[in-house]
């Protein structure tokens, strides 16, 4: 007797409880489509456009950052290591190379939601292009870790696993297509633990 | 049996059809998107320099050497104005819609003198402005918006902590106002 509303009721359980789960875990899970990336560096260069797919513009209407615009800069954000390891801030990576051509950069080290993390103010926790210290073919090494570095020290003082974010200014990367032959930074485990 | 698995299906597929409408409805109705934060600060037509912990609306800024100011201007009765000048070693501007859209950006590079001086007007503005052009805006850059409300968005940056004092005068002496002839 009961058995067409049960059916029903089924159908409409899945259809709701699903389609709310995968809509949401979309979101969470992904910033978008086009993304470009480059070794473990991640960059959504039309996220605040007009082309930017559905799933761009639901994500950054649910997150309400302000982005950058074309012609002001370019986020790249890695969640993971050269070799495809989660960042964790009980490490240290070492962030070795180049960046592609821009006027500025910055690098800090955020947490899952993209938030900076500030050890406190007696600690050094962002670095950008004026302040790094460069080899002699203005190559750069840079040390995020939870102990004390000597040279660029990004200091970490928070568990579990973070996110880098290296943002180009002024950098015609925003504006090309030919990204994948960019170079950017290497981002190597060097350690974890106090070791 | 049989009818199970039919309903199994029908909501599957009813939950494709929903995941499809939520993705696409979702960016009218968050009421925390980039637009609706920026009209909380309760500014209309001035900048408004952000800090660096999230304030109310949970704008803040978010790069440790770009320091950030917002405006949310409409366009409906006239042109939208923005200027700004002074020495800072990087700034750049970018202009939304309501939907958070980029309709425009720049930086001191793209500017004249490296003086921001950009007028926002909607297509029919445009037109009686370039007919008759005022002698203020001899210098200034004509952005076409379709959308009759947004928001600007000015960053300027500050490398070494000795910059705050000159970036933080620049964010307070920048306008974003209406053009008035």
Redesign the interface.
């Known amino acids: 007797m009961f058995r067409i509303p049960l059916l029903a009721a089924l159908a409409l359980a899945i259809a709701f409880g699903g389609g709310i789960a995968s809509a949401v875990w979309a979101l969470k899970a992904t910033v978008g489509f086009g993304a470009i990336s480059i070794g473990p560096w991640v960059a959504f260069p039309e996220a605040q456009t007009d082309k930017a797919d559905p799933y761009a513009k639901a994500h950054r209407a649910r997150a309400g950052e302000l982005l950058y615009g074309g012609a002001e800069g370019l986020m790249f954000m890695a969640q993971v290591d050269d070799k495809g390891d989660k960042l964790s801030a009980a490490c240290s990576y070492d962030v070795t190379g180049l960046t592609p051509q821009a006027r500025f950069w910055t690098l800090y080290a955020a947490n899952a939601d993209g938030v900076p993390l500030r050890p406190g103010s007696d600690l050094p926790w962002a670095i950008n292009s004026w302040t790094v210290l460069r080899a002699e073919d203005s190559s750069f090494s840079i040390h995020v870790s939870p102990n004390a570095k000597p040279d660029n020290w990004v200091a970490l003082r928070h568990s579990g696993t973070f996110r880098l974010i290296l943002t180009l200014l002024d950098t015609p990367t925003a504006g090309s297509s030919g990204l994948i032959d960019l170079a950017m930074p290497k981002v190597v485990k060097t350690g974890c633990g106090d070791a | 049996m049989r ?2 698995l ?3 299906i ?10 499809i ?4 409805v ?3 109705f ?1 009421g ?3 637009y ?2 920026v009209l909380g600060l309760l500014e209309m037509d001035s900048f408004f320099s952000l800090t660096s912990t999230p304030g109310p609306t ?2 803040s800024n ?5 320091r ?1 100011a ?1 405006c949310s201007f409409s366009i409906a009765d006239g042109p939208a104005r923005f200027l700004a000048s002074g020495s800072v ?2 700034w ?5 819609d309501s ?4 309709v ?4 001191d ?2 500017a004249v003198n490296g003086r921001l001086d950009l007028v926002v007007a909607t297509p029919i503005q445009l037109v009686e402005l370039r007919k008759a052009p005022p002698e203020a805006l001899a210098q200034s850059i004509m952005v076409e918006m379709k959308e009759e409300d947004g928001y600007a ?1 000015l ?1 300027a ?1 500050a ?2 902590d000795s910059f705050e004092d000159q970036v933080r005068n620049f964010l307070a002496e920048s306008s974003c106002e209406p053009f008035r002839r």
């Open positions: 009818s199970v039919f309903a199994s029908l909501g599957l597929v009813g939950a494709a059809l929903l995941h409408v939520i993705v696409l979702l960016p009218q968050t925390r998107d980039a609706t934060r949970g704008l978010v790069d440790p050497y770009l950030t917002v070693p990087f750049s501007l970018a202009v939304f939907s958070s859209n980029e425009f950006s720049m930086n590079h793209t968005v960053r940056m490398p070494l």
